[in-house]
């Protein structure tokens, strides 16, 4: 363990910049000190929620095929969650690019 002093605004901005990069203080401050890249993508955390309940979906409409409740589930509401997914996914990627 190092022990290293920091002004306390420094400290903060700090903790501000690790925070929205989802790392903790260490880790960032690990990263920045090796030059890795910090990456920081807005509205994934969207993305990602949308994407497990969609996951979700099929899963629960997987299991009532194969205990034969239903036999030829409407998917046109997954595809629309879905398409709608990767509309917001290329949004993020257009600004990351």
Known sequence: MIAMRFRESDYAAIKRKAEKANMNFTEFITAAAMNKPITVINGLED??????????NLNQLTMLCNMGKIVCPDL????????????VLNEIIRRCG
């Open 47 to 56: 993305v990602l929620k949308k994407q497990k309940a969609i996951g979700r």
């Open 76 to 87: 046109r509401e997954l595809k629309e969650q879905y398409a709608d997914m990767l509309t």
